[in-house]
């Protein structure tokens, strides 16, 4: 009887004792998200969906002694708007973690004050791999995916295709030239070459003089170094110019909604790269059918890395029983992630989560059978090749041999 | 539209002591950010007012001014290391330079061409600032640090960081307040009330123009320049005729020609915008925009116009 | 054959996009145009009035299953008619009142058409497919044409020209035009001005959504289409000389061509280019190059 209560007590003393380690008793997670903007459709409000089923299921699931609350908010994909709402964030109401912060300037901003406030960065939609380079801290994770994938997925997989001779139409802003140039890298390493490149206004609404270009260049690919709107409408142009017929377009940054958007008409025999697709296995099918049920669309990679980025950090709060910024990234990078997400995926020194990726062809009209059936899976590229190698790196944070 | 009549001394003086009073005391209520942030868009909002509610001139490219200097200001206090008393005097003259430039344009025009030639040119400006490297085009002048006041005082504390921007503000709206009530500010009146008159009685329309265009485009840069050290960032939003259509719709709330208009502008739509992205979130446009109709359709005077004409009412019955 | 360092196939190439580009500038400068010849406003609702028009012909195809040839017609009309009814009830109020309370109405009624169909249609685009009797293209040597392509060249032409010859050549142009000098001396003939200027605004709108409509099948039909477009079309105002029809329509199409030219190139300059040659103009010729100083 005495051993019970004994043991009652102390069981009690721990689990108080690990909630007075944890700020306010409170785990406060932010998702800075675009809810409006040229991202709201492959990010946005889907990724508020996919952090509450992280945060519901860790709940049911581990049944954690502290609590944890979330709040997110648009940032429309301004750098302002979000580092002044992260800042509040942290300032008034406690946030521990900052999450999801899709669009480069976004992310390198928030990065940034969170390692002035030593707060974690969990980014799942920015794309630029400045954020594990000249960026990098040691408060920030690189979640879902990056240029350097992208580029070395796609660009060398069309090469090999047969794709020689590239002509490049970016969008004249940072992250365009960054996957212009690693695409360029790439097409070079394979054994191509880049015939040329234009850039176009961010963003943009009419390519033909751009596709024109790239029609008189003699390539046979024609790189599409954009995203969002700007993908969709140079691929529809081409359509209209009948580039399709000579030259084949390589989205660069494609997302399932935006293949959704532009139609398999439009879409059909371009190849892409992507870090999730929801018809994989029925671990993906069994996640995205719940998100489905929830948002009424099939998850990017964005939202479903989302909902992966979080409940690893959540279990290594529970797991450290501290939300202390230094020890919880220690046990995330400690910790292998396994999920319907990432199999075997690690959190290495510069931030980088590095998992498997997928190279896809968007099927015909014909081939698909279902909504959403979009993509054939042509190959996957292991985790080891389909990032950028740390010798490579550029980040002060990893130890120099 | 109306000119002030808190022009008698001891009004003003009165009107001073409480807004140092309120503003000495605000930060321990508040949140000291959002203050800052109202703080910053008051000044700039009364800057546009002296354009606008005293010269009669409507601009819709002053996004141009407070911008240019918040990228100034970032860049001299980021990679100059320059104090940031000294940024901010600096930013202000340069935004002053731009403002002659384009004031110098503009002039040649008037009424609805001059706020068309204003916007037009703020959008080369905008350009400019989307295509230099040295701006950090769409991912900003980031980590702009505070430094430390005359060298000595550190800014990266809200509080510091707060009273400095207060003071700035006193010290621009100080100066609106001088300008308007110096003989310069009534040749502008009457520029304003009957320009052909003006031009008959001999005073030199066009340089007084000039003259409160530039001094309004030195003020909006201040207030900009303090901004950028607020959120220790400049970026493309700064120089967004957004903004520039914000700032009208503050000035226009407020009250044109009304002392205390811009203030009272500048706070209801910080505080629309601030309380709104929480529960409205991505309607607030579309509130902005009601807002504006209403304004104009039904509000013209603002909200301190508004008041003011209820006071005098209720004084002559 | 190379002409300036190019290819001739690729300059002659962009010249031809910039007239089609060009052609959409023509139509809604002109537009802008109508409306500031006889309301003395600046319509900065122009741009969201022509996002509506693309609106109104996706909706159309959506919803009720009607095509585009009926929506050309039914869309400027829709949108016109809620024009008429912005007129009537609000912007009407303000004639009295500075020229900028106008602009500054338009600007708020931007806002919230901007604002609303963003939040209920989202910012990828929906799409708009090239109607079936206008697809595939022709080789014309120096480059594929698309046939949309050249529709919308004619297209914006023929309406272009019919609107010149309305207001220069008819009786009710000439009403409109001595309306815009001295509308009460009009009014005192007998003509009932108010319903001009109701007919004059809507006028304006359906020109705005006729270049929506046109527009839908090649740019994806986006909520911020219109706030891409209007400040580069103020520009062209600006550049033309506001209020005068016949010199917004040299003007758009010219600009379109110079816009063109640019791209061809020094294509990252093409967004600004405009700009920088209304800066130019107005030092030289300050009521802009058709203007009329006022």
Not at chain 1, 243 to 251: N, V
Not at chain 3, 48 to 56: E, I, P
Not at chain 3, 142 to 170: G, H, N
Not at chain 3, 266 to 273: K, L, Q, T
Request: glycine share 10%; aromatic share 10%; hydrophobic share 50%.
């Amino acid at each position: 009887m005495k051993h019970t209560t004994l043991a009652a007590a102390c069981l009690l003393a721990t689990a108080s004792l690990a909630q007075a380690q944890i700020s306010d008793g409170v785990v406060k997670l932010g998702v800075l998200t675009d809810m409006s903007g040229a991202y709201s459709d492959p990010a946005g409000q889907g990724t508020v969906v996919a952090t509450r089923m992280a945060v519901e299921d860790f709940i049911a699931a581990e049944k954690p002694a502290f609590k944890v609350e979330m709040v997110s908010a648009d940032h429309q994909n301004k750098p302002d708007i979000a580092s002044a709402k992260a800042r509040e964030w942290i300032e008034r109401e406690n946030v521990d973690a900052l999450t999801e912060l899709v669009t480069t300037s976004v992310a390198l901003n928030v990065m940034k004050l969170a390692k002035e406030k030593n707060r974690i960065a969990l980014i799942s939609g920015a794309a630029s791999t400045r954020v594990t380079n000249e960026d990098c801290n040691d408060v920030t994770v690189h979640w879902t995916y990056d240029t350097y994938a992208l580029a070395n997925g796609t660009a060398s997989a069309v090469v090999k295709a047969g794709g020689k001779k590239w002509f490049f139409l970016t969008a004249d802003y940072a992250f365009g030239h960054s996957l212009e140039q690693d695409a360029s890298n790439v097409v070079k390493a394979s054994g191509g070459t880049v015939v040329g490149a234009a850039r176009h206004p961010f963003p943009g609404s009419d390519f033909s003089s751009f596709l024109l270009r790239a029609q008189a260049s003699g390539a046979d690919v024609i790189g599409l170094a954009n995203a969002g709107a700007d993908s969709i409408n140079s691929v529809k142009q081409a359509a209209e110019f009948g580039i399709q017929k000579k030259q084949s377009l390589a989205g660069l940054l494609l997302n399932l909604t935006d293949v959704h958007a532009l139609g398999l008409r439009n879409a059909q025999g371009m190849y892409l790269t992507e870090g999730f697709y929801w018809d994989m296995n029925d671990k993906t099918r069994d996640w995205s059918r719940r998100f489905f049920a929830q948002h009424k669309r099939m998850p990017t990679m964005i939202q479903a890395g989302q909902y992966s980025a979080v409940m690893h950090y959540l279990r290594a709060v529970k797991a450290t029983g501290t939300d202390d910024t230094a020890k919880v990234m220690a046990q995330m990078k400690k910790t292998p992630v396994n999920d319907f997400f990432a199999t075997n995926g690690k959190i290495r020194e510069d931030g980088r989560m590095v998992h498997d990726m997928y190279l896809m062809k968007v099927k015909a009209p014909d081939q698909s059978k279902t909504p959403w059936d979009y993509y054939e899976v042509v190959q996957t590229i292991p985790a080891a090749q389909a990032f950028q190698p740390l010798s490579a790196s550029r980040c002060p944070l990893v130890a120099r041999k | 539209m109306a000119s002030s009549s808190f022009a008698s001394g001891a009004r003003s003086r009165w009107l001073f002591a409480a807004l140092i009073a309120v503003g000495i005391v605000a930060p321990f209520i508040g949140y000291p950010t959002f203050l800052m942030k109202v703080l910053c868009f008051a000044l700039f909002a009364s800057a546009f007012n002296l354009l606008l509610g005293y010269g009669g001139l409507l601009s819709f490219g002053h996004a141009a001014f407070f911008g240019s200097a918040a990228y100034v200001c970032g860049w001299l206090v980021r990679d100059v290391g320059l104090t940031p008393e000294l940024a901010v005097l600096a930013a202000g003259a340069a935004a002053g330079l731009l403002g002659l430039v384009i004031g110098a344009l503009a002039i040649r025009r008037s009424g609805i061409y001059f706020a068309m030639v204003t916007l037009a040119l703020a959008q080369v400006v905008y350009f400019a600032a989307l295509n230099l490297p040295v701006t950090g085009r769409e991912d900003g002048l980031q980590g702009i640090p505070r430094g430390h006041l005359l060298g000595v005082v550190d800014l990266e504390g809200s509080l510091a960081m707060y009273y400095f921007v207060l003071g700035v503000f006193l010290a621009g709206f100080w100066a609106i307040h001088r300008a308007i009530h110096s003989p310069f500010g009534q040749v502008l009146a009457a520029i304003r009330d009957n320009e052909p008159r003006a031009v008959s009685l001999g005073y030199d329309v066009g340089r007084t123009k000039l003259l409160v265009f530039t001094l309004s485009a030195a003020l909006s840069g201040v207030a900009g320049a303090v901004k950028a050290l607020v959120f220790q960032l400049a970026s493309l939003t700064d120089v967004h005729w957004h903004l520039s259509g914000e700032v009208v719709l503050m000035t226009l709330l407020g009250g044109m020609g009304t002392v205390l208009g811009p203030l009272v502008g500048a706070f209801a739509v910080v505080g629309l915008e601030s309380e709104l992205a929480g529960t409205v979130g991505p309607w607030v446009t579309v509130v902005i925009g009601g807002v504006f109709i209403a304004c104009v359709l039904l509000f013209q005077r603002g909200i301190v116009g508004e008041a003011r004409a209820w006071w005098l009412r209720r004084r002559a019955a | 054959m190379e002409l300036f360092g190019m290819p001739s196939q690729v300059l002659f190439g962009q010249l031809l996009l910039g007239l089609i580009n060009g052609s959409f500038y023509a139509v809604l400068s002109l537009g802008l145009a109508v409306i500031f010849g006889l309301l003395h406003v600046i319509n900065f609702a122009h741009g969201a009035l022509y996002m509506l028009g693309a609106f109104a012909a996706w909706m159309a195809l959506e919803y009720l299953g009607i095509g585009y040839w009926w929506s050309l017609a039914l869309a400027p009309l829709a949108v016109g008619l809620g024009a008429a009814v912005f007129e009537r009830a609000m912007l009407r109020r303000l004639y009295q009142s500075d020229a900028l309370y106008g602009l500054l109405l338009t600007y708020g009624l931007a806002l919230v058409l901007e604002g609303t169909f963003r939040n209920l249609y989202g910012v990828s685009g929906l799409p708009y497919d090239v109607p079936e009797a206008l697809q595939g293209g022709v080789d014309v040597g120096f480059m594929f044409l698309p046939l949309y392509r050249a529709w919308v060249v004619v297209a914006a032409a023929a309406v272009c020209i019919a609107t010149w010859l309305l207001v220069e050549k008819t009786r009710l142009g000439a009403t409109l035009r001595a309306a815009t000098e001295r509308a009460e001396v009009v009014q005192a003939l007998g003509v009932n001005v108010p319903l001009l200027v109701t007919a004059t605004y809507a006028a304006g709108a359906a020109l705005a959504a006729f270049a929506g409509v046109l527009a839908a099948p090649l740019t994806q039909v986006n909520p911020l289409m219109g706030s891409h477009l209007i400040v580069v079309v103020f520009a062209v105002v600006v550049i033309g000389g506001m209020g005068s029809i016949g010199g917004s329509i040299v003007t758009g199409l010219a600009l379109g061509v110079v816009e063109g030219l640019t791209k061809a190139f020094w294509p990252e300059a093409s967004a600004v280019v405009v700009f920088v040659v209304m800066a130019v103009v107005l030092v030289f010729r300050p009521a802009g190059l058709f203007g009329k100083v006022h």
